[in-house]
């Protein structure tokens, strides 16, 4: 399958210690790294790319958003393996991990800063994505590029009536929605434009729910646009093109951070799940980013 053209506008990097050694790996696909697993009763897994490509290829490392781990997140991603090194962390709160009782955008940009190395592309997804553009502002001369795929950074598109209506429809779900988990979620993906599940939900699903249910609204997110369009690494906006709310967001962010722009239908929320399209839009960005 070819990747549609996406509609794009003209587009206008503290050093940490490296993440350690992968194991050894015969697969083509990313690889688990043992010292971060969940064997032994570690509490965060992520899959890399094989080790004697470590220091030779570009590095995406991926955020993801609510409910889902990484693996599950950015599972249409690994076949970027074989062009780029893949870091993909599971946040607090996420499977294999521990619950916690709360989750804020802003503790979270700073988790990550021992992932962010110089030459970084960093992508985040929905929730993510609002980490990645606090994170990204926290880095400014260690990344190589910045994408987000649908932010719900909604406090940037205030007083756009599509995107206010959604921030109070939300706000109802979360003060007067179900308080059991797995009904709560159902609500929540429904608003989202994501697909839900049949049957009942997994207990990985579950632990994603109750975590979602503690998390701060990211709507409360100040993003820093202005240092972030000051930035000299460039910065890619997508979208799902199924919500006018998060096309209203992604449209602001865009202008105001001098960014390219993507829309990749298809997957609603979702967009990283189309695979091929949004791989090959990611994997030119940045090639182009390299360049």
């Given at each position: 399958?070819?990747?549609?053209?996406?509609?794009?506008?003209?587009?206008?990097?503290?050093?940490?210690?490296?993440?350690?050694?992968?194991?050894?790996?015969?697969?083509?696909?990313?690889?688990?790294?043992?010292?971060?697993?969940?064997?032994?009763?570690?509490?965060?897994?992520?899959?890399?790319?094989?080790?004697?490509?470590?220091?030779?290829?570009?590095?995406?490392?991926?955020?993801?958003?609510?409910?889902?781990?990484?693996e599950l997140t950015w599972s249409a991603?690994?076949?970027?393996?074989?062009?780029?090194?893949?870091?993909?962390?599971?946040?607090?709160?996420?499977?294999?991990?521990?619950?916690?009782?709360?989750?804020?955008?802003?503790?979270?940009?700073?988790?990550?800063?021992?992932?962010?190395?110089?030459?970084?592309?960093?992508?985040?997804?929905?929730?993510?994505?609002?980490?990645?553009?606090?994170?990204?502002?926290?880095?400014?001369?260690?990344?190589?590029?910045?994408?987000?795929?649908?932010?719900?950074?909604?406090?940037?598109?205030?007083?756009?009536?599509?995107?206010?209506?959604?921030?109070?429809?939300?706000?109802?779900?979360?003060?007067?929605?179900?308080?059991?988990?797995?009904?709560?979620?159902?609500?929540?993906?429904?608003?989202?434009?994501?697909?839900?599940?049949?049957?009942?939900?997994?207990?990985?699903?579950?632990?994603?729910?109750?975590?979602?249910?503690?998390?701060?609204?990211?709507?409360?997110?100040?993003?820093?646009?202005?240092?972030?369009?000051?930035?000299?690494?460039?910065?890619?906006?997508?979208?799902?093109?199924?919500?006018?709310?998060?096309?209203?967001?992604?449209?602001?962010?865009?202008?105001?951070?001098?960014?390219?722009?993507?829309?990749?239908?298809?997957?609603?929320?979702?967009?990283?799940?189309?695979?091929?399209?949004?791989?090959?839009?990611?994997?030119?960005?940045?090639?182009?980013?390299?360049?």
């Amino acid at each position: 399958m070819s990747a549609p053209m996406p509609t794009q506008t003209a587009s206008t990097a503290k050093r940490t210690p490296p993440a350690p050694a992968a194991l050894n790996c015969v697969e083509v696909v990313p690889c688990i790294r043992g010292e971060n697993s969940s064997v032994g009763g570690a509490e965060n897994q992520y899959f890399v790319t094989p080790e004697t490509r470590m220091e030779s290829q570009s590095r995406l490392l991926l955020v993801h958003g609510s409910v889902v781990n990484a693996e599950l997140t950015w599972s249409a991603q690994k076949p970027l393996a074989d062009r780029f090194e893949i870091v993909a962390p599971n946040r607090r709160g996420f499977p294999p991990g521990p619950e916690v009782e709360h989750v804020d955008f802003e503790d979270e940009a700073v988790w990550l800063d021992p992932f962010v190395e110089p030459g970084t592309h960093l992508v985040g997804h929905s929730y993510g994505g609002v980490i990645a553009l606090l994170a990204a502002a926290r880095h400014p001369e260690e990344l190589r590029s910045l994408t987000v795929i649908e932010p719900p950074a909604f406090g940037v598109a205030r007083g756009i009536p599509t995107a206010d209506e959604f921030m109070a429809r939300v706000e109802n779900h979360w003060t007067n929605g179900p308080r059991d988990p797995g009904e709560f979620l159902r609500g929540f993906l429904s608003l989202v434009g994501s697909s839900t599940p049949t049957g009942n939900f997994t207990p990985e699903l579950l632990q994603g729910a109750r975590t979602l249910m503690v998390e701060r609204p990211p709507s409360e997110a100040v993003i820093p646009c202005d240092e972030l369009a000051r930035a000299q690494f460039p910065k890619l906006v997508v979208s799902g093109g199924h919500s006018a709310a998060f096309e209203a967001v992604c449209d602001v962010l865009t202008e105001r951070l001098g960014a390219e722009r993507a829309v990749l239908p298809g997957a609603g929320h979702s967009v990283q799940r189309l695979g091929e399209p949004i791989n090959e839009l990611l994997a030119g960005f940045v090639e182009r980013a390299e360049d």
